[in-house]
């Protein structure tokens, strides 16, 4: 794909249950799906309306342990090369490079907290829509929940050029430090809370806040935290999905309350 290093070109839902996660995420945030046609595998592509958002894949015997997971893509310019970089600086090779048809070169990968991500060079030429940082319908915010958030903003400042455009004090949890890349505001690194084990959390934008968390709940799924009002207006929840997967939302709240 054409877009800049660094930038999130991909968004990937690992379930137990596609047809029941195609159902669940249709409802909470808005998304139909197709086949991909990918041969001997359940590959859904999830289309927002206006572009792509992202991928839905069941899990199968060839994945054993695999467990629901949401997945996140960074670009690169060179798979090869971000994979010998990424070791040398002490992370982990999660799944080898390997070449997808029509799409493009990928390996999964994990940080030195054991956190995954993939890298990708995608074979088009189009600009991903998948993540758009105001858009219903797509990821919006690209959380990191670490263990040294010193530490790991290093890592990832020199892999992929992150920026630090602000810092949010937290507290007893230490800051809260957002994220640019190639100068658009994406998401935040931050130390995990205490319990919790360092991961990625997507946001995915929704219309009507209240509305998302009735289909959740209605859908079968767990509100963990919020709605609670962020910077700008908006509000925000961290949930997981009825196979377990965890996600975030971000949008208005239409009624007042």
Do not use: C
């Not at 998304?31 to 309306?49: F, K």
């Not at 090369?81 to 997808?100: F, L």
């Not at 990832?156 to 810092?167: E, H, K």
């Not at 209240?210 to 929840?237: N, R, T």
Request: no cysteine.
């Amino acid at each position: 794909m054409s877009n800049a290093k660094g930038d999130f070109i991909w968004y990937e839902l690992l379930t137990t249950d596609a047809d029941a996660a195609q159902r669940f995420y249709g409802d909470v945030v808005g998304w139909t799906a197709s086949d991909s046609g990918q041969p001997g595998m359940d590959y859904r592509i999830l289309d927002a309306g206006d572009g792509q958002a992202g991928g839905l894949m069941q899990i199968n015997e060839q994945m054993p342990g695999a467990k629901p997971v949401w997945l996140g893509y960074v670009g690169v310019p060179d798979v090869d090369a971000a994979v010998a970089d990424w070791t040398a600086a002490g992370g982990s090779v999660q799944m080898p490079m390997m070449d997808i048809p029509k799409v493009g070169r990928i390996a999964m990968l994990a940080d030195p907290d054991g956190v995954p991500l993939y890298v990708m060079r995608g074979a088009s030429d189009e600009v991903s829509t998948a993540f758009r940082v105001a858009d219903a319908r797509h990821v919006r915010w690209n959380e990191i929940a670490v263990k040294d958030d010193k530490a790991s903003l290093a890592f990832y400042q020199v892999r992929f050029g992150w920026t630090v455009v602000d810092t949010m004090p937290m507290g007893e949890q230490g800051d809260y430090h957002l994220l640019a890349a190639n100068g658009v505001r994406m998401g935040a690194l931050m130390r995990s809370p205490v319990g919790q084990e360092p991961r990625w959390l997507y946001y995915f934008g929704v219309e009507d806040i209240d509305a998302a968390v009735e289909q959740i709940k209605a859908g079968g799924g767990q509100v963990l935290d919020g709605p609670h009002q962020i910077p700008g207006g908006e509000y925000s929840l961290h949930a997981r999905d009825p196979q377990g997967a965890a996600f975030g939302l971000v949008g208005p709240r239409i009624a007042p309350r």
